[in-house]
Each structure stands twice: as structure tokens, then as C-alpha cells.
């Protein structure tokens, strides 16, 4: 790798990431809608009456899927708005959780009928512990979106009570009705609580750099003080996310074969970019690993090229990973596979032509590809 993938490190106005909870009608989804160039995904039509006092767009789902393809469509194009509300987030949880039971439901009908007919069917699915992994998978890419998103993001939750775990419904406090890592995603966690017949917002959790300002423990409900604290960032033109290209996609699944990276060592680098699939890259993140795996192929290529070279007995001779990135790249320059075949007169390239011969008709390959892609 000839060029530094380093780049110096530079500030931007920081978008607001806000979780706010409360009991019902203590002001959450008015707090949420002072915000600026707001459009709403409304779970339970909670922004209705507001219709008339505040200038938003809504889009009213409660589904999980539907609530994920909005935010995708915020994320991949380009529009007005500012802010994203979700209110509250509580739904799509709970409409999550129920698809998954349902589809387990008809997993263990099919796979055990003799429980239905005993009633099992109408007996409802109880989550079990193996389930959450599973079922947390696409809650964890709607919050890798959420955070990732060029919007100032805000989810409102409703409030419930938390017990003590001890046999006896003894209340202890209260907490917010929803997915338990919530509170730790968000930058900014606000819960709404009553004061001498008020509602205040009391801060719950601020993630600021140290001298920076930050919220008061407690303020009145209203969205001057992130207005002050944010400025710029809460009116900043949002830009879409560009994902991976097919051309990357392609690129890096070739490499990863080509390489025989393990399922393990794929998912592990792709959760250092915060994501559990190739196609949820962002085209410079897939760039940058294009480059590092090219390399490591280029190291590989050579270290074999050496060996071959060093050895006084015969030389190294075309192995199956190399004879099939020499297909893939015939493939990608639009050429003909029998024609190059027939140029060096063999059927195969593997153990027919050497590593020494392989190598050049990569260099050759990669150079009408270069020449194709120009034109």
C-alpha cells in the first residue's frame, strides 16, 4: 500500500442523538416536534393534535419493517429535513419482538404437529433465552442506522414502573418501556419528570468532550437549550449516506474468497466498522478495505512468486486460488477464457502454467481492466 490511508482528524458540528421517556402527556412528542425541519414517524398518532401549531412532515407506521424502510429512505436520499422524531420507539419494539415470536410459532407447528392439534397453535410463543440474539440482530442495524444517519435523531419511549427482583411487586423506581440498551446508544438521555405540577426534563445522560458545554441537570421542556448547546449541527443540510458501490460488493466478495477468509475473521472486521454485513458498507469504509485486501493479496502473490524462485527443484507451479482470480479477472476485462487458454497452450491454468507465468497474465489482465474502466 503506497498511499496513506491516514487523514487528519477534523471537527464538525455533532448531530443531536436524543432518547427521551416520560408518563404519558408529559410533553414528549411537544418537545421533540420544537425541533428544527422535523418529520415524524408516528406509532400511535400521539402527533395529531399538533398538526396545526407546528410544521412537520409525519409518516404514521407501526410496524418494525415499515419503521426501518422509512428511516433507510431518510438515509439514501436526499430531502429536507433536519430532524428525525420516532415516537415512540416502544412500538416498533414491541412489534419486533411479536413478529419474531409468530414466526417461531410456526416454525414449532411445522416441525411438532402434534402440538397443534393439541391447542398449540393458539397457545401463543414464549420467548427463550437463545432468541434474543437472533432477535436483536435487526433492532441492532436500525440503531447502527439511526446513529450513522446526517439527522439529528429523536425517540420518545413511554415510562413504566421498575421493580425490585425479589418474589414481591415492590416498586423501587422507573425506567422507560423499551429495548434495555436503549439508554446506551443515544448521546443524550432525558427522562420528563412532574415538579410541583410541572414537567421538568431531568438529565439523565449527556456523552460530551470534556470543556465542552453541556445540558443542566434539570431545565424546563422546552428546545431552547439545545438549541443553544447545538446550533449549527441541528440546522446543518443532512446528506445521504453513499453505501458500497455492486462493483465494491463484488470486488470484496472476490477477495474474500480469494483469501479464504474464514466467516469468523469476515465478521469480526466488519463489526470494527460497526456493521454485520458487507451491504451495509459505506462506499469509502469498502474502499478501505478494498485497498488493505488487495494488498494482502499482492503480499500473498509475491511471497509465492519468491518461494517459487528461491527453489532449485521445479518451479512453483499455478495454485487453484491464483488459476481462480485469473478466471475472475478474464471475466471482468470481457475477455475470452478459451482464448487465453489456448495462448499458453493448456486446458487449465492450475498446475499447468507456473506462478512466475500466472503472475504476468494477472499484470496483463489487471492492465486492460485499468484500460477498460477508464473508457
Same mark, same amino acid.
Given at each position: ?32 416536534? $420544537? ?62 419482538? $411479536?413478529?419474531?415470536? =409468530? ?24 420467548? $427463550? ?47 422507560? =418501556? ?27 445522560? /449527556? ?40 462493483? $465494491? ?52 502473490? /509475491? ?10 527443484? =521445479? ?16 471475466? =471482468? ?43
Amino acid at each position: 500500500m503506497n498511499e496513506n490511508p491516514f487523514k487528519p482528524a477534523s471537527e464538525s458540528p455533532k448531530r443531536l442523538k436524543m432518547f427521551i421517556f416520560g408518563p404519558e402527556g408529559s410533553g414528549k412528542t411537544l418537545l421533540a416536534l $420544537q425541533a428544527n425541519g422535523v418529520t415524524v414517524i408516528d406509532c400511535e398518532k400521539s402527533t395529531t393534535p399538533y398538526g396545526g401549531d407546528y410544521q412537520f412532515h409525519v409518516n404514521h407506521v407501526t410496524d418494525f419493517r415499515s419503521v426501518v424502510a422509512s428511516v433507510e429512505w431518510l438515509a439514501e436520499n436526499k430531502h429536507p429535513y433536519r430532524t428525525l422524531v420516532i415516537d415512540p420507539i416502544t412500538i416498533p419494539w414491541e412489534s419486533l419482538q $411479536q413478529e419474531f415470536a =409468530d414466526q417461531r410459532h410456526e416454525e414449532e407447528a411445522v416441525l411438532k404437529p402434534e402440538k397443534r392439534n393439541a391447542g398449540y397453535k393458539d397457545s401463543g410463543y414464549y420467548t $427463550q433465552p437463545n432468541d434474543w440474539t437472533p432477535l436483536k440482530r435487526p433492532w441492532k442495524k436500525l440503531m447502527r442506522l439511526l446513529t450513522s444517519l446526517d439527522m439529528n435523531v429523536i425517540l420518545t419511549a413511554h415510562q413504566k414502573n421498575l421493580y425490585a427482583d425479589q418474589g414481591v411487586l415492590r416498586k423501587i423506581g422507573v425506567t422507560f =418501556d423499551g429495548e434495555k440498551g436503549l439508554g446506551y446508544v443515544f448521546d443524550t438521555v432525558v427522562r420528563l419528570e412532574e415538579y410541583k405540577g410541572e414537567y421538568t426534563c431531568k438529565t439523565i445522560k /449527556q456523552r460530551v468532550t470534556p470543556g465542552k458545554p453541556k445540558l443542566p441537570d434539570s431545565f424546563e421542556t422546552s428546545f431552547e437549550v439545545f438549541s443553544n448547546l447545538y446550533g449549527e449541527a441541528l440546522t446543518r443540510e443532512a446528506k445521504p449516506i453513499e453505501y458500497a458501490t455492486t462493483k $465494491q460488493l463484488d470486488q470484496i466478495g472476490r477477495l474474500i474468497e480469494y483469501l479464504r477468509f474464514s466467516p469468523e475473521s469476515v465478521m469480526k472486521a466488519l463489526r470494527s466498522y460497526h456493521v454485520e454485513s458487507i451491504a451495509e458498507l459505506t462506499a469509502e469504509d469498502a474502499a478501505t478495505i478494498i485497498t488493505t485486501m488487495e494488498a494482502t493479496k499482492e503480499k500473498r502473490i /509475491q511471497g509465492s512468486h519468491e518461494a517459487g524462485r528461491s527453489s532449485e527443484r =521445479d518451479p512453483l507451479m499455478c495454485d487453484y486460488t491464483v488459476a481462480k482470480a485469473i478466471y475472475r479477472d478474464i471475466e =471482468d476485462s470481457g475477455g475470452d477464457k478459451k482464448a487465453w487458454l489456448k495462448k499458453y497452450g493448456v486446458t487449465t491454468f492450475k498446475d499447468k502454467i507456473t506462478m512466475e507465468q500466472a503472475l504476468a497474465i494477472c499484470a496483463e489482465l489487471a492492465q486492460i481492466i485499468k484500460q477498460k474502466e477508464a473508457a
